[in-house]
């Protein structure tokens, strides 16, 4: 497996696949891998000529210094993973500064009220930061296709919405959650919660389940309020949020329209440790 902490090298290498007929392939990570990303590189691989792996820890999407300084990293079973693949995909590792520069800055987008609710009201300039690096990296790889989890479904659609904006020649293809026996979705947060604390982060996933089993016989309002007293009496979760909102436009909503898709969202934290969760309604 090649490995590319440069750009120069990175795109000089790249090089070989501009041939039109050639397709690269482009899974962002920041990470701590888990059989999530390991789904995403696998369809990655089946669809295209040559598959870039990136690992960066994007410190422009965090809003609290100390959750980037405590973000699980371990690059060395991140390689004993990814060197499984051998010569399907490459990988880069770039620094800080091979990234930003000198001058470590967040432009500002306009995401068209994508960035309204859920992560966008209660992380501050996170979006802002993740489509920084994001552009920076669709820079640098000029990828055909690039692949997202869905776990991340507002991120996912703002990727969207900001390549259809630039009329950038690269497919978004959505990935489904991942999740392990109990439902939790696969996170590299995880690795941060012991088996108690997951064992609690499952009534993360019962909760969406109960809104997807009810969707159809309760109305909206009743289903978030059933599923605010439940977390109410779980005193290990503090529920930051849980709402309905349809997928478009990401607007939360207490009606329902036919012809429309639904999302329910949540995120809560278990000891201290965030989580966040989706799951399509219909």
């Known amino acids: 497996m090649l490995t590319f902490r440069s750009i120069s090298a990175l795109t000089k290498y790249l090089e070989k696949f501009s041939d039109a007929e050639a397709k690269i392939g482009f899974v962002p990570t920041m990470g701590s891998l888990h059989d999530g990303h390991i789904s995403l590189i696998d369809k ?52 800080t500064k091979e990234i930003y520069g000198d001058s470590i800055e967040t432009k500002k987008y306009s995401f068209s009220g994508l960035d309204m609710y859920m992560e966008g009201s209660s992380r501050g300039n996170h979006f802002n930061g993740v489509i920084t690096v994001v552009e920076k990296l669709f820079e640098i790889v000029k990828p055909d296709y690039a692949f997202f989890g869905e776990k991340d479904f507002q991120q996912l659609r703002i990727v969207e919405s900001f390549v259809k904006a630039k009329s950038l020649n690269i497919e978004i293809i959505r990935c489904e959650t991942k999740r392990s026996y109990d439902g939790l979705a696969l996170s590299s947060r995880n690795k941060k919660l012991n088996n108690s604390s997951k064992k609690i982060a499952s009534n993360l996933y019962k909760a969406l389940r109960f809104a997807r089993d009810n969707f159809d016989k309760l109305e909206i309002s009743e289903i978030v309020s059933s599923i605010e007293k439940k977390f109410h009496k779980i005193s290990e979760i503090s529920l930051e949020y849980f709402l309905i909102a349809d997928e478009s ?31 399509n309604l219909n």
Not at 55 to 76: A, G, M, R, S, W
């Open 249 to 279: 436009k990401l607007h939360p909503t207490n009606q329902k329209y036919d012809g429309v898709k639904y999302r329910a969202f949540i995120a809560a934290k278990i000891n201290n440790i965030r989580l966040i969760d989706n799951i």
């Open 44 to 95: 990655s691989i089946k669809k295209s000529s040559i598959t870039v792996v990136s690992i960066f820890l994007n410190p422009t999407q965090f809003n609290d210094n100390k959750d980037l300084q405590e973000y699980p990293v371990d690059h060395e079973a991140d390689f004993r993973i990814l060197k499984e693949y051998d010569n399907q995909l490459v990988l880069f590792v770039p620094e």
